[in-house]
Structure formats: structure tokens, C-alpha cells
């Protein structure tokens, strides 16, 4: 890869990891209103789940636009991998934002409030792990804003190396069979 194809490939990357923590930054936020409203918790499945297929379509974008259509396997993951780099350093920023400035112990609130049901005590008793669980849950509740960040963008960069490897596997062509 030359010089000027790396530059090509970062920039397409930025600017896609970019529209990539968008989708993300809405799943997140119809995750935490979703709490409290079960069709906001829908959406945020849904956007998730949304992620490989976006990714799949700004690749496609990217060797049909910029590579004349044709594209590597390691080419088209490598790409895949620095979008997801790039969106989980934006997603990480915009989760600590919010649980150091906005939360403030909401989420940690609405999981003991789920934990104090009977329903859920009648299941934690079932599976023998009801005092695992209070003991996670105060540790829950002392997790730092960093630490949240700092774990979903480590869990975003490994979901975006397992995930580029079909992507890239799917949308790759070899020189002289460039898609018309």
C-alpha cells in the first residue's frame, strides 16, 4: 500500500467511524431512555444490530468510489477495523460525557430497582447466585465513568476485528473483476 492509499484509507475511515458513533451515540441514548420505555429499548436493538450492515455499505461505498471497485481482503479489513477504532474512540468519549456529567447513578438506580422485584429475586434464588449478584451490583455502583468508556471501546475494537473478517471476506475483489 502506498503513501497515498493509507491517507485514502484513514481519511475514508475517519469520516466513516465518525457517521458510525453517530448510529451508536443513538443506541446508546434509546438504550437509556429505553429503561423507561420499552419501544425506545427496540430501537436501540435495532440500531445495534444496524452496526455490520452500515459498516457493509460504507465499504462497498469506499471500493466502488474511491478503489475503482476493486479491494483486498486485507484491504477491506483493515478498513473495517480503523472505522470501528474510530467510532469506538468517538462512542468512548460520548459514554463518558454522559456518565460523568449526566447520569448521575440513573442507570445503577434502575438496575437495583430491578434487582428489588420478587420476580427477580424468585430467579437470582433459582440459579443459587442471588448473593453474587448484590455483590456485583455494589460494585456496580462504584465503576468510574472512565471505566465504562475505556470497556466499550476495548469491546468495539474486538467486535470490529471479528466483524471486518466476513465483512471484507463478502466485499472483496480481486484486480480485473472490479464490480461495473
Not at 58 to 86: N, P
Not at 120 to 129: A, D, S
Not at 162 to 170: E, R
Request: charged share 15%; with cysteine.
Amino acid at each position: 500500500m502506498t503513501s497515498a492509499e493509507r491517507v485514502q484509507l484513514d481519511a475514508f475511515a475517519r469520516v466513516d467511524g465518525a457517521m458510525l458513533s453517530l448510529l451508536w451515540i443513538g443506541s446508546f441514548a434509546c438504550y437509556i431512555l429505553g429503561l423507561s420505555n420499552d419501544g425506545l429499548g427496540l430501537a436501540a436493538i435495532m440500531l445495534a444490530v444496524a452496526s455490520p450492515f452500515f459498516v457493509a455499505r460504507r465499504l462497498r461505498h469506499f471500493r466502488d468510489y474511491a478503489r475503482e471497485g476493486t479491494i483486498s481482503f486485507l484491504r477491506g479489513w483493515a478498513y473495517v477495523v480503523m472505522v470501528f477504532f474510530y467510532a469506538g474512540v468517538l462512542f468512548a468519549l460520548a459514554q463518558y460525557a454522559y456518565f460523568a456529567y449526566l447520569d448521575h447513578g440513573y442507570l445503577a438506580s434502575v438496575i437495583t430497582r430491578v434487582a428489588q422485584t420478587a420476580e427477580f429475586n424468585e430467579i437470582m434464588k433459582q440459579y443459587g447466585t442471588q448473593g453474587t449478584f448484590q455483590q456485583m451490583l455494589v460494585e456496580f455502583q462504584h465503576v468510574r465513568p472512565i471505566d465504562f468508556a475505556l470497556q466499550g471501546l476495548s469491546t468495539n475494537i474486538m467486535v470490529g476485528i471479528m466483524l471486518g473478517l466476513p465483512i471484507a471476506a463478502l466485499l472483496r475483489t480481486k484486480p480485473g473483476r472490479a464490480k461495473q
